[in-house]
């Protein structure tokens, strides 16, 4: 659009530095080039005015149809845009699940014996304390370590 705006700027330039330049042809040799033509230019463009200026009163008398044409085009591009949107949206996701291997995700045996420990001893919140036993690591529990020590000293 930009491009047409542009071509049409130029050529309408070149045409008015042509009909100055024709114009000084003409003052300088004292005779006029193609009268005919100017005639017949001279009532188009006449008329081209009355039609434009028809076409502007006609206008400014419809200024609620316009508008009302105006906010359902603006209506309709933005309903069309939300679905455009939204087709991206859900497209975006179709790709990162593609790309993303967590879909198929399946939890494998640990390797760690620390995690392994850790998984198998049962989970409390503190309500109940489990009895203390020697395969669970002082990291997971210290509170069971410390009962164990001052277990000991007291059997002693």
């Known amino acids: 659009m930009v491009v047409g705006a542009v071509t ?7 045409g008015i530095a042509a009909l100055f330049s024709v114009k000084l042809l003409e003052e300088k040799r004292a005779r006029t080039y193609g009268s005919g033509f100017w005639a017949i230019a001279d009532t ?3 008329k081209c005015k009355a039609l434009l ?17 105006s906010v359902r ?3 309709f ?3 069309g845009l939300a679905r ?3 087709g991206a949206a859900e497209a975006a996701h179709r790709l990162a699940d593609l790309v993303s291997h967590k879909h198929n995700f ?7 014996d620390f995690l392994k420990q850790v998984s ?20 997971v529990q210290p509170e069971v370590a410390l009962r164990k020590k001052k277990s000991r000293k007291k059997l002693m």
């Open 77 to 79: 591009a933005a309903a």
């Open 73 to 75: 085009l603006l209506a």
């Open 44 to 46: 188009l463009a006449l």
């Open 120 to 139: 198998e001893y049962p989970r409390t919140n503190g309500a109940n304390v489990p009895p203390v036993s020697d395969n669970v690591p002082a990291a």
């Open 106 to 112: 399946e939890r494998r045996e640990t390797r760690s």
């Open 53 to 69: 200026i028809s076409i502007e009163s006609a206008l400014s008398r419809m200024p609620s149809l316009t508008m009302y044409a």
């Open 84 to 86: 455009l949107m939204h």
């Open 8 to 14: 049409v700027f130029f050529a309408s330039l070149a």
